[in-house]
């Protein structure tokens, strides 16, 4: 028993560093205490002491902080180096620190490179309807129709004896442009436009029939049948509208038979024209 108590101890002491006293010491106090057991009690000593021993902390965990009565470390033998542990786990983020103070502002950093054109985007909707704009710059006077001038009124002095020739008319009421011939008995269109016609005549002895010719074309008759020991009279009147260089005239219709206009110093018989409103071109007109 005392060989088994011997090797354990000798175990234990090997593995606790530190350890003041050598195993000799050991044996003699551990002998003292079994000799005392055995003269007494017996077992029940040597239980005792296994006890204390069990109660003494083990290996590298011994409590160093308490003072003891051993020998120096040198008097020891040193124990095999432990295996070296291993690396803990990493340990948790910190918390996040405070916002500093602001920094100051930068300097303006150089512009980059232009980049390349992008596509043409598709056609928006329509905006709403805007406000109307300021009346524009009154435009330049144009030129009025009144300025030109174009009329004439004429009557017989004579009764009228040829007949499919125009008419001559010899007596002047107005002919101030003289766009009137009196020598071919046409009128003469000078300026283009839209012109009225009329003829008022006095018929005697015999019948008549007059036609308005407009450049050798008869445009509109007139006939009247003469009643004995009366005087008659035959009208007419057309719109016109005329180019430059067209001509206008009356002139007795068929056979001499027809040749009934008459004029005398209480009887008239006229023809008048005068121009409505001519064509003015298109640079002239007021936009």
Not at 144 to 153: C, D, G, K, M, P
């Amino acid at each position: 028993m005392k060989l088994l108590w011997k090797f354990f101890l000798g175990i234990l002491l090997i593995g606790r560093p530190g350890q003041s006293q050598d195993e000799d010491s050991l044996e003699e106090k551990l002998e003292e205490p079994a000799e005392d057991e055995g003269a007494e009690d017996g077992g029940d000593v040597v239980t005792e002491a296994a006890e204390e021993v069990v109660e003494e902390p083990e290996g590298p965990w011994a409590d160093v902080s308490q003072p003891d009565d051993r020998q120096p470390c040198a008097m020891w033998m040193g124990g095999v180096p432990g295996t070296p542990g291993h690396s803990g786990q990493p340990g948790r983020d910190g918390r996040d620190g405070h916002d500093g103070p602001r920094g100051e502002k930068g300097d303006k950093g150089e512009p980059g490179m232009k980049g390349d054109p992008g596509e043409k985007g598709d056609v928006g909707p329509a905006g709403p309807r805007g406000f109307p704009g300021n009346p524009g710059l009154k435009g330049a006077h144009g030129e009025s129709a009144f300025s030109y001038h174009s009329a004439f009124s004429v009557g017989l002095s004579e009764f009228v004896s040829a007949s499919n020739v125009p008419i001559r008319f010899n007596k002047f009421f107005y002919n101030d442009q003289h766009h009137y011939d009196n020598v071919s008995g046409k009128f003469n269109c000078v300026l283009p436009g839209v012109y009225f016609f009329t003829y008022h005549l006095t018929v005697y002895t015999k019948d008549a029939k007059v036609s308005l010719y407009k450049n050798d074309k008869a445009i509109m008759f007139t006939y009247d049948q003469y009643q004995e020991n009366n005087v008659d009279q035959a009208s007419g009147s057309v719109i016109l509208r005329l180019q430059a260089g067209d001509e206008v005239w009356l002139q007795v219709y068929g056979d001499k038979e027809f040749g009934g206009i008459y004029a005398d110093n209480s009887n008239d018989s006229t023809f008048s024209g005068f121009l409505l409103y001519p064509d003015i071109p298109v640079p002239a007109q007021r936009r």
